[in-house]
């Protein structure tokens, strides 16, 4: 059975810091891209950091540069999302997505969310 569970979220301050982890099971993770993306209310998801299957090389939105990380452990099948110096409009659900190009066709994976609130 595949699953992302993602993990971490919760209530922080503004400038605090949360950890979000995204767990996969039931499929080969090392081959795929992982993306972290978010939705707040009222607003469409937004992709937020990925890194690549290949050589781990990673991405951000310009919103979160150089305050968030996202990093992989493919030995645990887990990715991480660092969150550091988080600001009120961090607030939103945060999706973790896993994508394997296939050939003309790409394979994706969603989890269910995790919460993330600054409250200000």
């Known amino acids: 059975q595949v699953q992302l569970v993602e993990s971490g979220g919760g209530l922080v301050q503004t400038g605090g810091s949360l950890r979000l982890s995204c767990a996969a099971s039931g499929f080969t993770f090392s081959d795929y891209t992982v993306s972290w993306y978010r939705q707040a209310p009222g607003k469409e998801r937004e992709s937020v950091a990925s890194?690549?299957?290949?050589?781990?090389?990673?991405a951000y939105a310009d919103s979160v540069k150089g305050r968030f990380t996202v990093s992989r452990d493919n030995a645990k099948n887990t990715v991480y999302l660092q969150m550091n110096s988080l600001k009120f409009e961090d607030t939103a659900v945060y999706y973790c997505?896993?994508?394997?190009?296939?050939?003309?066709?790409?394979?994706?994976?969603w989890g269910q969310g995790t919460q993330v609130t600054v409250s200000s």
């Open positions: 997505n896993a994508e394997i190009v296939l050939g003309l066709r790409s394979r994706r994976y």
């Open positions: 890194i690549r299957c290949t050589d781990d090389s990673t």
